[in-house]
C-alpha cells in the first residue's frame, strides 16, 4: 500500500472521528493531532473537499477557524481483533468482530469455500476457524459461489500469513480495515480483475487451556465466576490474549461437591516470552481469591487433544477418580497441574476443552 493511501485513511479516520465527538474539526484540530504543519493539513482538507469525502460547515470568520464535517461516519473497521495460534502444522484463527452478523457472514463464507480450513466455529462476536499450513485453490465469486475464503495459511519465522480471496463487502473489509485490527502485523492487498487477494500477517502465538476447580465452598463463591476473573486478569497481561470461558459439568454424583460438581476452562493466545510466567501467575490469582483450599489449577498448551486424556475427561462424568490417577494422566499427557484436590476437576476440565456448550452442560451427553 503507497503511503499516500495509508495517510489519507489515517487522516480521514482523524477526521471522521472529530465529526462522530462534536460535529466538526478544524484544521488546526487535524495539524495537532497528526503533527503534521499546518500547510500539509489544509491540503488534505481541501483535497478531500475535492473529493466530496469532506464538507465546509462554517466558513471562516475573523479569527474563527473554518469548520469542516466528515461526510462518512462509517466505523473505521468491524474488525477489533485478529490473531492466530499454533500447534505443528495446526493454527486456530481468530477473528473477533464489533457485530455477531458480521462474524456469521464471515464464517458462513469461509466454510462454503473451504480451502486449508477444517472447521469454522462462532461463539457470539467471535469467530474461530481451524486450519492445516499449506495452500489450496478456491472458487470466489457472485452467489452462489462464497464472497470471501481462506485460500492458504503459511507461517514465516514467528508470523502467521493468512492468504484470503473476496469480492464486495468483504474486499472492502480486507482492503480497509482488517489492517487496524488489534494482533494484526499488516496487510496487503491487490485487485485481480473484480476480485481482491491478499496477505494477512499476525504473530504466532501458543494457545493455552487453563482448567479450575473447588475454589468455592459452602459459605460462597462460584468456581465459574473465579475463573471469568482469571481471564480479564490475565488478558491485562502484556503478552496474552484472552479467548473464551466455559463451564463443563462432572459427574454430578460426586459426594464432594458444593453444587451441581460443574469444573471451568478457559483459554488464552500467548506469545512465547510470556508462556513461562503464566502458571505462577495462574496460580497465585487463584490461590488468592479462592474460599477453599483444595482449589486446583491445570495448565496445557497446544491445539490437538490426544484421545487418552479426552477419556480422562468422559471418565470424569460418570466415575469418582483419584487424585492419583489425575497426576498420572497429566504427567503422561505434558498437563501441569498445582493446588489441592480440585486437580481432578482441573484436568477433567481441560480434557473437555473443545466440546459444544450444549455437551460441555449435560453429563449425560454422549462425547463423539
Known amino acids: 500500500m503507497s503511503s499516500v ?32 504543519p499546518r500547510s500539509t493539513a ?7 473537499l475535492q473529493e466530496g469525502c469532506v464538507l465546509l460547515r462554517e466558513e471562516k470568520r475573523g479569527r474563527s477557524a473554518a469548520r469542516y464535517a466528515a461526510i462518512s461516519a ?15 502444522n495446526r493454527v486456530a484463527i481468530y477473528h473477533d468482530c464489533m457485530s455477531g452478523a458480521c462474524a456469521a457472514f464471515c464464517g458462513h463464507h469461509h466454510r462454503l469455500a473451504g480451502g486449508v480450513l477444517s472447521g469454522v466455529e462462532r461463539d457470539g462476536t467471535l469467530l474461530r476457524e481451524d486450519a492445516v499450513l499449506g495452500r489450496q485453490e478456491i472458487a470466489v465469486g457472485l452467489a452462489p459461489l462464497p464472497a470471501v ?14 492468504h484470503i480471496r473476496c469480492i464486495g463487502g ?24 473484480h476480485l481482491v487477494e491478499g ?21 460462597g463463591g462460584a468456581t465459574f465466576a473465579l475463573a471469568l476473573a482469571l481471564l ?8 496474552i490474549i484472552p479467548i473464551s470461558h466455559h463451564v463443563a459439568m462432572l459427574n454430578p454424583a460426586v459426594f464432594q461437591k458444593t453444587a451441581g460438581n460443574s469444573a ?21 490469582f487463584v490461590a488468592d481469591e479462592s474460599l477453599s483450599h483444595e482449589w486446583g489449577v491445570a495448565l496445557r498448551s497446544g491445539l490437538g487433544l490426544p484421545d487418552g486424556l479426552r477419556e480422562y475427561g468422559r471418565m470424569a462424568r460418570s466415575q469418582v477418580i483419584s487424585r492419583t490417577v489425575a497426576e498420572a494422566t497429566a504427567e503422561r499427557f505434558g498437563v501441569s497441574l498445582a493446588g489441592g484436590n480440585g486437580v481432578i476437576g482441573a484436568l477433567a476440565a481441560v480434557a473437555l476443552a473443545g466440546l459444544p456448550h450444549e455437551v460441555l452442560l449435560d453429563p449425560a451427553r454422549e462425547i463423539g
Open 42 to 48: 489544509q491540503d488534505w482538507v481541501n483535497r478531500l
Open 170 to 193: 468483504p474486499a472492502y473489509s480486507l482492503s480497509d480495515m482488517m489492517s487496524r485490527a488489534r494482533g494484526v502485523l499488516g496487510v496487503e492487498s491487490r485487485h485481480r480483475g
Open 199 to 219: 496477505k494477512v500477517r499476525t504473530r504466532a502465538l501458543t494457545q493455552v487451556t487453563i482448567g479450575i476447580d473447588d475454589t468455592d465452598s459452602r459459605e
Open 264 to 284: 471451568s476452562f478457559i483459554e488464552v493466545a500467548v506469545e512465547p516470552a510470556s508462556f513461562e510466567a503464566l502458571l505462577e501467575k495462574t496460580t497465585r
Open 149 to 162: 475464503g481462506v485460500c492458504g495459511v503459511e507461517q514465516e519465522g514467528d508470523a502467521i500469513v493468512q
Open 232 to 239: 480479564n486478569h490475565l488478558g491485562r497481561s502484556p503478552g
Open 5 to 36: 493511501l495509508e495517510h489519507r485513511r489515517t487522516y480521514l479516520r482523524m477526521m471522521r472521528q472529530f465529526t462522530l465527538d462534536k460535529g466538526w474539526f478544524t484544521v488546526t484540530e487535524l495539524q495537532r493531532s497528526t503533527g503534521i
Open 74 to 88: 462509517m466505523p473505521s473497521s468491524t474488525c477489533r481483533r485478529i490473531f492466530t495460534t499454533v500447534d505443528g
